[in-house]
């Protein structure tokens, strides 16, 4: 680094993502130059009232009202004495000439002057809102900082509050871009029945082509959100009467195209730069906003600076992170005396919008002379894939990906290099070198991008592991920063790592924890090869100390699995985790869930009865699943026996919705009722329920039988999926739901009866035996070596030669199973462990509060719980008012604070309720 003058002043005006980039890029070069580094004070001014946070992953904000969850980076940065942040502190003048920048006033506080030697501008952009008539109207929201979705929130529960006109709260999201799905996700995640309104003839148009918008409006209404396309909003128009006079209540569209009721509206049309501070002073700005600046990041003012969505580099602006992150580190680099410059804008994203993976890089619309598109378009499942070649097919141009973006990793670093192989093989899963190099078996060029959000190439993720002594992911990251950002690339980054490592000749190591080196797969060969039956031999002889919350749920599934004792029986009851420790699903008042069996979702009046006769007797809330059962909550700890003794009584067992085991067989009808049907789903729904019941596995399994390739019981969401054909059944595996959906993808086709249950039981003990801790089917299918197709050898036509041994070991399950509650009951010592308190078992926690809803009751919030006698008390939806209740019917309690009716030496033990294990 070059001297610079001694205690040189940087002003950084704004307090988002770059800027916090920008400081921890500078910070980190002063660190590394050690005594050598210049006297260097960084001041940002923040708008917000908080530390900059991950504007990413706002939406994040709805399942937890922490902000702290969304902080970036170390807080330590700003404690150290060459950083200060002023939040709450809003620039409104530059002035250039004396450099400084002077803050407005306000809550009591005179603006302040800061001097400045170095002036870097990182101000952003604001949510464009349209000049729609009623754009101000009270319930219309823009979607850009914290506050914004908080304000969204509070408005959308007062409307929950309040229902309108009788129907569920209604919002409309102006703008069916990244932001506008972006939004809409958070609607539909406050409850509120949601419509995207995009002018353009396509969702998202400037990231996808007309067959990936296509695709997207397809799963995106899939999930009950209502798009309209090509519409222009005309008006906006308030209440006239009612609770809420002058608030919005109607869209209506241009050229009388209809319009819409509406509670609340989002607009999420774009955004503009925030230039104002530089137009003010003078400085050059873009036709489109902006301010000018040159490949340094450097205005036209040499001590001025503007970085991110503020700067207008190459005559355009730029409204991703990773282009922001990339102008941070080039100010930093030229402010400290380097010749960094800007390397050009990747405008390649990825992002899960609506739950949907949707990918976008390079020259994805095909706008290049002589582009060429390869396409694969898969309506049933939900894909869309394109890579944009050049003219001879060799060279990757772009691409788009919607549905199924999981080739991004591998394809976005070898933009503008020839592809190897079939095009096509590089969006097929588990084929070619699209799959290779996804597993680090293709070496990527040293130059190729790996890490676009931070700027890292192959050659830095290989030079960590080679020259640093990075040994695993996580040191990586911290060496490279690759994967600290948005996360797309950390399967190639781990696949470059562990490939590097294994060149090295390290054993990279599979070790479950710290006490067991092995893995799980191969602890389950230990015990299956060896006979243990109990931990502290397996711990003994293969691995060291006492164990962990890790290794002993895992030791214990095993054990199950193998021996196919009951979870609770001797030493095993010390392993299980909270759900299994005592048969049920805990709850978050401490209560739990009763899940009993009803296979394929078929079930007698006199069952309905039943169930409906125990949860009334018990007070539980009831609730229909997904899985087509009854889910009954709220029996505290001391009353699942009884609860359990009248369901097995009524012909139920445990339907094990607590354990990493077999859950459902969901199925439609069939051929038994429906016209369409052409086999009997039903029937083999509840034979393999019936046979796959208890099967202890790495993590939990779930079937689906549909009786025509109409598909109503969603089988390729499935772990196992069975759809049924004019010829037999075709199969498919590895399907999920959940935080990562995956489509389960055809193993075997129109296979009789008799031969597909054989095909399922090898298929699942094959699973068993060889997934990872927590591994649901579809990464395990990712993960085998060989992936599907060697799957597929393995249980059709026996590739390992252990198909017999798979078989025995699933008979051996069949005929070891026992209803584990039915044998709880049947047991004393079991009994024991189903009390509240330990030295207190006849008594029910005090705590528990209800109130009623909907004719159930749910569990009483903090606010219900401290209201006084005779305080007006409204439920989260703003119902009727009401008065909680403990279980016996007095008031409860505050929490928290001394029981009032406890006498001062009265200590009550907690009992397995708050044994909560980490999972």
């Known amino acids: 680094m070059s001297a610079l003058p001694a205690r040189r002043k940087i002003v950084v005006v704004g307090g988002g993502m770059v800027a916090h980039r920008f400081v921890e890029s500078l910070v980190t070069r002063l660190d590394d130059a050690g005594a050598d580094a210049p006297d260097v004070h960084v001041t940002v001014l923040a708008e917000e009232p908080r530390a900059p946070y991950d504007r990413v992953q706002l939406t994040s904000y709805f399942d937890g009202r922490d902000p702290a969850a969304l902080s970036l980076g170390d807080a330590g940065l700003w404690d150290r004495p060459d950083v200060t942040l002023r939040r709450s502190e809003r620039v409104v003048e530059v002035d250039r000439g004396a450099r400084t920048v002077r803050t407005a006033t306000g809550a009591g506080r005179p603006g302040r002057t800061y001097p400045y030697d170095d002036l870097v501008l990182a101000t952003g952009s604001s949510a464009f809102v349209p000049p729609v008539e009623g754009k101000d109207l009270p319930g219309c929201f823009v979607y850009r900082t914290l506050d914004d979705v908080a304000a969204l929130r509070q408005y959308v529960e007062t409307l929950h509050a309040r229902p309108v006109r009788g129907r569920p709260a209604r919002g409309a999201v102006i703008g069916g871009g990244l932001l506008g799905l972006e939004a809409a996700g958070a609607l539909r995640a406050l409850g509120v029945e949601t419509h995207v309104v995009e002018f353009a003839p396509r969702l998202m148009p400037l990231q996808v082509d007309e067959g990936g918008g296509e695709a997207l409006r397809r799963i995106v209404e899939g999930l009950g959100v209502t798009v309209h396309t090509s519409t222009a909003t005309k008006r906006l128009l308030p209440a006239r009467r009612g609770s809420r006079v002058g608030a919005v209540t109607r869209m209506d569209f241009a050229e009388d195209a209809g319009g819409l009721d509406v509670d609340v509206v989002v607009f999420a049309a774009g955004v503009r730069p925030r230039d104002e501070l530089a137009r003010a002073c003078g400085l050059d700005v873009g036709a489109r906003g902006g301010v000018v600046v040159d490949s340094s990041c450097r205005t036209a003012d040499p001590q001025v600076w503007a970085i991110g969505e503020v700067a207008c580099i190459q005559g355009r602006t730029l409204g991703l992170v990773a282009p ?237 699995s193998v021996h196919h004792g009951h979870v609770l029986e001797g030493e095993r009851a010390a392993l299980q985790d909270t759900n299994d420790h005592v048969l049920a699903n805990i709850q978050k008042d401490g209560t739990y869930s009763v899940v009993p069996r009803i296979p394929g979702g078929e079930v007698t009046p006199d069952g309905l009865i039943a169930i409906g006769a125990v949860a009334k007797e018990f007070g539980l809330y009831t609730k229909i699943t997904g899985g087509q059962r009854i889910d009954l909550f709220g029996a505290r700890i001391e009353q699942l026996p009884a609860v359990w003794s009248r369901l097995v009584d009524a012909g139920f067992e445990s339907g094990h919705a607590y354990g990493k085991s077999l859950r459902t067989v969901k199925s439609c009808v069939g051929s038994t009722w429906c016209r369409y049907g052409v086999q009997d789903a039903v029937g083999l729904a509840v034979a393999l329920e019936l046979r796959y019941r208890g099967l202890r596995s790495p993590h939990k399994l779930k079937l689906g039988v549909s009786g025509c390739a109409r598909e109503c019981a969603e089988a390729r969401g499935k772990d196992v999926g069975i759809i049924a054909t004019e010829n037999g059944w075709n199969l498919y595996v590895g399907g999920n739901g959940g935080f990562t959906p995956r489509h389960a993808r055809l193993l075997a086709e129109d296979l009789d009866t008799a031969t597909l249950v054989r095909t399922i039981d090898r298929f699942l003990m094959y699973y068993v035996r060889t997934a990872d801790r927590l591994q649901r089917t579809a990464p395990w299918l990712d993960d085998v070596e060989g992936g599907l197709e060697h799957v597929r050898a393995v249980v059709l036509e026996d590739s390992l030669g252990i198909a017999a041994d798979l078989d025995a070991a699933m008979d051996a399950h069949v005929d070891g199973y026992v209803d584990e509650w039915r044998a709880t009951l049947e047991d004393p010592e079991k009994l024991r462990r189903f009390a509240a308190f330990v030295n207190a078992p006849g008594t029910a926690d005090p705590d528990l509060a209800y109130v009623p809803e909907r004719g159930q009751r749910r569990p009483a919030t903090p606010a219900e719980r401290e209201a006084g006698p005779g305080d007006p008390v409204h439920d989260p939806h703003g119902n009727t008012a009401v008065t909680p209740v403990r279980h016996d019917g007095s008031a409860p309690q505050p929490l928290p604070g001394r029981r009032a009716h406890e006498p001062d030496d009265a200590v009550l033990i907690a009992g397995p309720r708050l044994e909560v294990v980490s999972r």
């Open 324 to 560: 922001g992150y990339a102008m941070a580190e080039v100010a930093t680099d030229r402010i400290l005396g380097g010749a960094g410059s800007f390397p050009g804008a990747d405008l390649s994203t990825k992002l899960k919008l609506l739950g949907v993976d949707v990918a976008s890089f390079g020259d994805a619309m095909g706008t290049t002379d002589g582009a060429l598109s390869v396409v694969l378009a898969d309506p049933v499942c939900g894909v869309y894939a394109k890579l944009v070649l050049s003219d001879d097919a060799r060279t990757l141009l772009g691409g788009i990906l919607v549905g199924d973006a999981s080739a991004y990793a591998s394809l976005r670093p070898m933009l503008g290099r020839e592809l190897h192989g079939d095009p096509m093989s590089w969006l097929v899963p588990d084929s070619g070198a699209g799959h290779q190099a996804e597993r680090g078996t293709v070496a990527l060029p040293d130059d190729a991008s790996v890490c676009s959000c931070n700027n890292v190439s192959a050659r830095a993720v290989r030079d960590a592991v080679r020259h640093d002594r990075c040994t695993d992911l996580a040191a990586v990251k911290a060496c490279t920063r690759a994967g600290t950002s948005c996360g797309s690339c950390l399967p190639l980054v781990k696949a470059l790592v562990t490939t590097e490592l294994e060149a090295a000749g390290v054993e990279v190591s599979k070790a479950l924890c710290e006490h067991f080196d092995l893995s799980r797969a191969q602890l389950f060969d230990v015990v299956r090869v060896t006979g243990i039956t109990s931990f502290s031999e397996l711990v003994e002889r293969h691995g060291r100390g006492r164990g962990c919350d890790i290794c002993k749920p895992v030791v214990a599934s095993v054990l199950a």
